[in-house]
């Protein structure tokens, strides 16, 4: 079936440093697609999310792209903080749908 | 303030013995969804309501069933726990702004 996979599972990056996560989809009818974090032992959190009619869209310290031709998503995080630390998911759906699909994960880890 | 709120953040069961998990959200969303979640893998869709209809994945065994009384409630039965059955249980809400998460049930089967 068609899913939202991530190109990397883990990433160590240096405190300070920006960190770029990234997330290959499949399905070309998707139209929607969300960044999660998920903490050990914690639900995953909304970071940020971008429909198919941007190709970029910030937040706080994080920036999502989105690159339809390829059918790629990043996620950067500005000054990678200790408290990034966590595993990352990126999600795809599609406007007419309430389901979403998740790639498989990144875990981060942030070095001091 | 916590929107979706799970009971209880921890969990242990006996084989064979049924068990309900508990979520409760403060949104008002539609949409509620039950994900079961092993580690250090992706949230894996087993049912969703949309209001009351329910929706329930091909591949969801029969051991997992779900209720949803009313708007805010939503429950996840699983009838006769098996040690696979083990895992963190995600409930989920949503509209139009996105899917949000609560903390999760982490489930052990003794």
């Known amino acids: 079936g068609e899913s939202v996979g991530l190109h990397l599972p883990t990433l160590s990056v240096q405190e300070g440093d920006n960190s770029i996560i990234n997330c290959a989809y499949s399905n070309s009818a998707s139209d929607y697609f969300i960044w999660y974090k998920q903490e050990s032992g914690k639900g995953p959190q909304f970071i940020i999310d971008?429909?198919?009619?941007?190709d970029k869209r910030q937040g706080q310290r994080v920036t999502v792209l989105l690159n339809k031709t390829v059918k790629h998503l990043s996620l950067q995080i500005a000054a990678t903080q200790p408290g990034d630390s966590a595993v990352y998911f990126c999600?795809?759906?599609?406007?007419?749908?309430?389901?979403?699909?998740f790639g498989a994960g990144t875990t981060v880890t942030v070095r001091a | 303030d916590a929107m979706v709120i799970q009971n209880p953040r921890y969990q242990v069961t006996q084989f064979g013995k049924p068990v309900t998990l508990s979520c409760s959200q403060t949104?008002?969303?539609?949409?509620m969804y039950w994900y079961q979640q092993k580690s250090s893998q992706a949230p894996k869709l087993l049912f969703h309501?949309?209001?009351?209809?329910?929706?329930n994945e091909a591949d969801t065994p029969d051991n997992f069933q779900s209720r949803r009384p009313n708007t805010s409630f939503c429950f996840l039965d699983i009838r006769s726990p098996g040690l696979g059955d083990a895992a963190m249980y995600l409930c989920?809400?949503?509209?139009?702004?996105?899917?949000?998460f609560g903390q999760g049930t982490r489930l052990t089967v003794v």
């Open positions: 989920a809400t949503a509209n139009v702004g996105g899917q949000f």
């Open positions: 971008i429909r198919s009619n941007m």
């Open positions: 949104l008002n969303h539609n949409v």
């Open positions: 999600a795809e759906g599609r406007s007419n749908d309430y389901k979403l699909s």
């Open positions: 309501y949309y209001d009351k209809d329910f929706n």
